[in-house]
């Protein structure tokens, strides 16, 4: 006798609800289904198709009384045999009104069986399918003017959506049901026609032509600087003025215009906010990394998820920043990110895991946004029980334990933004608050680890490990990048995969953002890995850009978001979002690339990108300011403490906040060098600085009848004495070979 029931409404095949029933028989007595229907023992009285997938957003669902199915050709078919209309619900492992409409609705027996017996009903996790969410998360926004997920959508067997929505409670999604099968039934015509305006609408959005080609002149940029400074919130810090995300694309974009312009209101308007997000609550003050976003304007009470990318993104905007200004607050903020993320998201392969849930368990068991990381006043001084009194009053009055809640289960820890940070003095309480919230239910853990995602962090570390000297970041970075290689890249067919599992391999095609920001995760690594240990990173870097653009480009010089093509044909991303677009980040792998040697095709092809899509950027820029970030890498190189001479032949960082004073890091290729001068060949200059080059060695040249001469080669440290009036320092430097020297070059970095 089958051990689970099937589910209401559904006319599935004995045979089906036995093998799902085998499969769930097969995870062990260890396995606790996530179901509120359950027989006494504590067995889930369902089982559906979802208990055969990966991702843990899917597994979430696979005890739900909804009979559903995983996004494939297959179940597109099946919903064609019966003519049923496809309902698809897309949202994420870590999405708080996901749970929410899953428990009303979805473990809700009465909705199932509407669901069950008129239409086909699909789970997407869009973290496995970025490319199919936003074609339907465009198709929400233009049906309803707003978007988000829980993204309830209603499609034809084909994959066109006729209707939409998000998040409904469950008496208005059984009137939705209700109705979209009514006008199913008895307005066929119209819906058909429906869905052909959103399909023809969506597809035109995301269509690989466009505007013509415009130059991306500084009236694009300064532009830009204007569009920001009009958003930003002069009192608060960041760009909005009810919720706060953090925007690390804008961020990025801010620091990289002040250093190659030296606007100042671009600096400022960067400071503020990472000052404010660094002191607030976004910021996990007792166990490091950030959340998502925050529900008010002053950076107060988050949305508690936690996601990878947003720490390798905010992690890089605070090392950057940090270059620039020495802010200690935003190098704690920093180094706290990577501990959070080596502490609680690293697998045991290196590589690192996708989000953290913001639910969890109170102490009475009820399920609550935010229960792991409040306390309330008694919970803080039962956490300092081991400081004295003096140092919990003051811990206490310092994190905002004294002030009035924002959210139900406590205070959320926060620091001044205007305040003196003691961090050595406060270090204790923030520990003491960390191991006592350790013995609390953690939330849970979404365990996907995503190839681009984990290259995000990747590049995060490994340029950690250079600003702050710290080898054990690059270290932790290269362990990562090993892994995700040796899982994920297929080198007979040079495709990637998206998605590792720790046990079987990944089972997604890897999407056009995997490969670039890989790749540039890859090519940090270069830089930060020991000397005669990079080229491995860069040859890999240059290995997916290449592939990439076997898989992805178009004729257009634009490149496809996934190899196949959508329900409604090639997809496209439109803009950056919270994530630089994959499109603007193959453009700055490229771009990085060219200037490291990997050859003129390469500069050409990013080129290419860049001027398809420079039509729409010169006019809306704010879209794309990732791609604008390339663009000048492109033009005129980069722009950070990191620096390429000589096709990459030598890399130089320039290091403002070296304990000992200012250092200049030279690292030049085997069988490159510098000269120290001669008749010949140009020594290398410094402006703006005062410079203690070390002895210059004999060099042996290739150079017939050439004279002898001395230099510098292999790795090594020029000690500085900035100049007090000067902004900026400039190196000029001649890079050459055996037998051959390049043009010189000269790179300038701006000073605070």
């Keep these: 006798m089958p051990m689970t029931e099937t589910p209401p409404g559904s006319d599935r095949d004995p045979g089906l609800t036995e093998a799902l029933e085998a499969d769930y028989r097969a995870l062990g007595d260890g396995y606790r289904p996530r179901t509120h229907c359950l027989t006494p023992d504590g067995r889930a009285r369902f089982v559906n198709r979802l208990i055969r997938e990966a991702s843990p957003y899917l597994r979430q669902h696979a005890h739900n009384p909804v009979d559903w199915r995983a996004w494939s050709d297959e179940t597109l078919a099946e919903a064609a045999a019966l003519d049923r209309p496809v309902f698809l619900s897309i949202g994420y492992a870590t999405c708080h009104w996901c749970h929410v409409m899953e428990e009303e609705s979805f473990d809700d027996e009465e909705v199932a069986a509407v669901l069950n017996a008129r239409f086909v009903p699909v789970k997407l996790d869009r973290e496995e399918r970025p490319d199919l969410d936003q074609i339907y998360i465009t198709a929400t926004q233009l049906q309803q003017g707003h978007a988000g997920w829980p993204n309830s959508v209603w499609l034809m067997p084909d994959g066109r959506p006729f209707h939409t929505g998000t998040y409904f409670p469950k008496l208005q999604f059984l009137k939705m049901l209700a109705g979209v099968r009514r006008a199913w039934d008895e307005s066929r015509d119209r819906v058909e026609g429906v869905a052909g305006e959103i399909a023809q609408t969506v597809a035109a959005i995301g269509a690989p032509g466009g505007k013509a080609p415009a130059p991306l002149e500084e009236g694009v940029h300064a532009a830009l600087s204007a569009q920001l400074a009009q958003m930003y919130n002069a009192e608060e810090g960041g760009f909005g003025h009810a919720q706060q995300f953090p925007q690390e694309g804008f961020l990025l974009w801010l620091l990289d215009h002040w250093r190659r312009t030296g606007d100042g209101a671009a600096l400022g308007v960067a400071s503020h906010t990472l000052t404010a997000i660094a002191a607030g609550g976004l910021h996990d003050q007792a166990g490091g990394g950030f959340h998502r976003y925050t529900v008010d304007p002053n950076w107060r009470t988050p949305h508690f998820e936690k996601m990878l990318y947003n720490q390798g993104q905010l992690a890089r905007a605070f090392v950057e920043g940090w270059e620039a200004s020495g802010e200690p607050a935003w190098r704690r903020a920093a180094e706290r990110c990577f501990a959070y993320v080596l502490r609680d998201m690293t697998a045991s392969s290196g590589a690192f895991y996708a989000a953290e849930d913001a639910d969890s368990l109170d102490a009475a068991g009820r399920r609550e946004e935010g229960a792991f990381y409040a306390f309330t006043p008694g919970q803080m001084q039962a956490a300092f029980a081991a400081l004295a009194p003096a140092e919990r009053d003051w811990a206490i009055a310092t994190l905002g334990g004294n002030e009035a809640p924002t959210i139900e289960a406590g205070a959320v820890l926060h620091l001044k933004p205007d305040a003196t940070l003691e961090a050595a003095r406060l270090e204790p309480a923030l520990e003491a608050l960390r191991r006592y919230r350790e013995e609390r239910s953690r939330p849970v853990r979404d365990d996907k680890i995503i190839a681009g995602w984990n290259g995000l962090v990747i590049r995060a570390l490994a340029e950690g490990a250079e600003a702050f000297e710290a080898p054990e970041l690059a270290a932790a970075a290269a362990r990562a ?33 995997d490969y670039a920001w890989l790749g540039l995760g890859y090519l940090a690594l270069a830089d930060a890995v020991p000397m005669g240990k990079g080229a491995v990173w860069q040859d890999r870097a240059e ?103 000589g096709d990459g032949r030598l890399r130089t960082r320039l290091d403002l906040r070296a304990p000992g004073g200012p250092r200049l890091h030279l690292r030049l290729a085997p069988g490159w060098h510098i000269a120290a001068g001669g008749d010949a060949l140009a020594a290398p200059r410094l402006v703006g600085a005062a410079a203690d080059w070390p002895a210059p060695v004999p060099l042996s040249l290739g150079f017939p009848g050439g004279e002898a001469i001395t230099g510098y080669e292999g790795a090594f440290s020029v000690p500085l004495t900035p100049l007090d009036d000067a902004r900026e320092i400039a190196l000029a430097v001649q890079v050459c070979g055996e037998s051959v020297c390049l043009a010189p070059e000269e790179a300038r970095w701006r000073r605070i």
């Design 481 to 513: 990048g090993e892994a995700l290689w040796s899982a994920l890249w297929d080198a007979e067919r040079q495709r990637l995969t998206r998605l590792m599992d720790e046990d079987a391999g990944g089972r997604v095609a890897g999407l056009l953002e």
């Design 543 to 645: 290995t997916l850009a290449a592939a990439a653009d076997a898989a992805f480009g178009e004729p257009t010089g634009r490149f496809r978001m996934a190899e196949a093509p959508g329900p409604l044909g090639p997809v496209f991303e439109s803009q950056d979002g919270a994530t630089p677009a994959g499109e603007s980040a193959m453009a700055e792998l490229l771009a990085r690339l060219a200037r490291r040697g990997a050859g003129p095709a390469t500069g050409a092809r990013a080129q290419a990108l860049v001027t398809a899509l420079s039509g729409t950027l010169a006019e809306t820029p704010m879209i794309r300011p990732d791609l604008l970030v390339a663009a000048r890498i492109l033009e005129g190189g980069e722009s950070g403490a990191r620096r390429s001479f």
